[in-house]
């Protein structure tokens, strides 16, 4: 049976919110500015420049920040993003660094960073107990050593 954890709504709202308004404003003013100049190829070619700096957050939302993860209790941890999925094994994880709302999980293949994960030390608790190799700060190596196996949190909000 695999545990779920969900990351909060809110700065997923506030990310998406960013990426439309950061997209509109460059659409609005860049783009369509370019294109109602003469149709030259360095006009067409700056309009398209501004679009795929417009889309950028945009990707980064869709492909990089998971907004839910996944731990079965054969220690494969799943990062899930609307347009990715990331497998990775518990073995894998080689450090990670938690701060109030930021998440940064470091394994073999690159890392992994989530976003409004507010309190995830079940999630934590189970993965040093999967690997106790992963390297962490000494302050959340003992908040975690406090965490009770049964211990319930509401993950989303």
């Known amino acids: 049976m695999a545990a779920t954890y969900r990351i909060s709504k809110s700065p997923a709202t506030y990310y998406i919110g960013f990426a439309l308004l950061w997209c509109g404003l460059i659409v609005g003013f860049v783009v369509v500015g370019e294109l109602q100049r003469d149709w030259t190829l360095s006009h ?5 420049a501004a679009l795929l700096i417009a889309l950028a957050p ?7 920040l998971p907004f ?16 990715r999925q990331r497998r990775i ?5 080689r450090s990670f660094k938690w701060d ?9 293949g690159g890392k992994v960073h989530l976003v409004g994960v507010g309190d995830f030390r079940n ?15 000494p302050w959340v190596r003992a908040k975690l050593a406090k965490t009770p196996p ?8």
Not at 58 to 64: D, E, G, N, T
Not at 68 to 83: A, K, M, T, W
Not at 89 to 93: C, D, E, V
Not at 150 to 157: F, K, Q, W
């Open 150 to 157: 049964s211990e319930e949190v509401t993950l989303s909000t």
């Open 89 to 93: 094994r518990a073995q894998q994880i």
């Open 123 to 137: 999630l934590l608790a189970r993965l040093v107990e999967l690997n106790p190799a992963i390297e962490m700060e």
């Open 100 to 108: 109030d709302d930021d998440l940064y999980i470091r394994h073999d």
């Open 58 to 64: 945009a990707v980064q939302i869709a492909f990089v």
């Open 68 to 83: 839910e993860v996944s731990l079965s209790n054969d220690g494969i941890c799943e990062f899930r993003s609307p347009l």
């Open 44 to 48: 067409v070619g700056g309009a398209l």
